[in-house]
């Protein structure tokens, strides 16, 4: 009987080994795994302008050098990153979101579109900056600008927050802008009403003010 219980414990505890060491052979293949979703684009200077469509979540930093990071073999997916002209665009339809973060030594316009999200990855600082969020697009910006000109369109969402000498806002009547931790010299805000149909771009208006 004492042969039997001890053959039993002794199968119980190699069953037990072979699941511990199965579970952290998993955990580290899958950390593998999303270290090598990462994909770094090679090639990307000068960007001075960001578009990003689709289902994308954006971070934005300064840096001495402009880079492009993916978290995502987004070659295989409905994705595309690309810098063309000093513009980088981002777009993917994917259910999750495309996460890109983009470091820029002289970023001076962003337009979001769609549910898209773009973020600062700490205070971004720019001499001029323009900020255009359309559809359901969304920004939480920390900015330390000269002059700063930021459009929230159609129904997106803004918080910003920081220092802005000069500041223009246009606002469209179904969008949401949270700007109480935003410092400026001077600040001129516009409300807008709702369009039949989409404008180009509402920083055109500014433009004219």
Not at 57 to 75: A, C, E, H, P, S
Not at 138 to 167: H, L, P, R, W, Y
Not at 195 to 208: I, R
């Amino acid at each position: 009987m004492k042969t039997i219980l001890s053959t039993i414990a002794t199968i119980l505890l190699i069953v037990s080994s072979l699941s511990s060491n199965t579970f952290a052979a998993n955990k580290k293949a899958n950390k593998t795994a999303e270290v090598a979703a990462t994909t770094l684009l090679e090639n990307v200077s000068n960007i001075n302008k960001i578009e990003v469509h689709g289902n994308v979540q954006l971070y934005v930093t300064n840096g001495l050098n402009d880079k492009v990071k993916v978290y995502d073999n987004y070659y295989n997916q409905n994705a595309l990153v690309q810098e063309q002209d000093g513009v980088l665009r981002i777009s993917s339809y994917k259910n999750e979101k495309l996460v890109v973060w983009v470091t820029v030594a002289d970023l001076k316009s962003l337009s979001a579109f769609d549910n898209a999200s773009v973020e600062s990855f700490g205070k971004f600082s720019a001499l001029d900056f323009n900020l255009s969020l359309n559809n359901n697009a969304v920004a939480n910006f920390d900015m330390d600008c000269i002059e700063a000109k930021i459009a929230v369109n159609d129904s997106a969402k803004a918080n910003i927050s920081g220092n802005a000498a000069q500041t223009s806002l246009v606002v469209n009547q179904s969008a949401t802008l949270n700007a109480t931790k935003l410092v400026a010299d001077n600040i001129t805000t516009k409300r807008v009403q709702p369009q039949a149909k989409p404008v180009a771009s509402v920083l055109d208006q500014l433009a004219y003010n």
